[in-house]
């Protein structure tokens, strides 16, 4: 049961251009989603996050989503460059009682920027 | 600062053996974490801590013990390796569950 789904696990796109990442995600107790990038041979590196109460953050050339009706997020970066070439992950922030916070990770997204 | 360290890099065990994962974070954070990530399976948690003295099992638990006896520290082990437990094993650290920074990774193959 995948609470988290990124159903493209590829995306290529031409630099300066708009790269658009989704996310769905089937839980609505979650309360807070985060992106993540992940380098070959590195740990991935948080990006930007939304609560669930805002429709939009944006930092820099990156600008998340929420559509919380239809249980979807998007991420877009513009204009996008070949060194966001990586995998991107999302998450989903889940409270499991007391103190027990814990995110669900998708699948995550190759993302390739051509020159 | 040195945010997530994680001890080894690389390591290779037949079947059977033990080991122990080590991860350190500097930033004073009190959730800590084990993943693993599997080709085409993303990010899956195995255990994880919100304090000094407290774990909690996530995912994919099975095989898997972990220990915080200090704050700075999350260790993970095996205690006895099977090829199945071939991946590669991210730490990572948090303030409040929120945000997490994770380490290097250690890639771990089971013969």
């Known amino acids: 049961d995948q609470q988290v789904k990124q159903n493209s696990p590829s995306l290529s796109v031409q630099e300066g251009r708009i790269s658009i990442l989704n996310c769905d995600y089937t839980n609505s107790m979650f309360d807070y989603f985060l992106w993540y990038k992940k380098y070959p041979a590195e740990g991935p590196t948080f990006l930007i996050s939304?609560?669930?109460?805002?429709d939009k953050n944006e930092v820099g050339r990156f600008t998340v989503f929420l559509n919380k009706s239809a249980k979807h997020l998007s991420l877009h970066i513009v204009p996008s460059q070949p060194g966001d070439s990586a995998v991107y992950f999302c998450a989903a922030r889940g409270y499991s009682g007391g103190s027990n916070y814990k995110l669900t990770f998708g699948k995550g997204t190759l993302l390739t920027v051509n020159p | 600062n040195a945010g997530v360290t994680q001890t080894p890099k690389f390591r290779v065990l037949k079947t059977g053996q033990s080991m122990t994962l080590l991860c350190a974070q500097d930033m004073n954070h009190e959730y800590m974490y084990w993943y693993r990530q599997d080709p085409g399976m993303g990010l899956r948690l195995i255990h994880y801590?919100?304090?000094?003295?407290?774990?909690a099992k996530g995912e994919v638990p099975d095989g898997y013990n972990v220990s915080r006896l200090k704050k700075q520290n999350f260790l993970l082990g095996l205690e006895s390796a099977a090829p199945s437990q071939t991946s590669v094993y991210f730490c990572?650290?948090?303030?409040?569950?929120?945000?997490?920074?994770f380490g290097p990774g250690t890639r771990l193959t089971v013969t």
């Open positions: 939304i609560s669930s109460i805002k």
């Open positions: 801590s919100v304090g000094e003295g407290t774990t």
């Open positions: 990572a650290s948090g303030p409040l569950g929120y945000e997490q920074y």
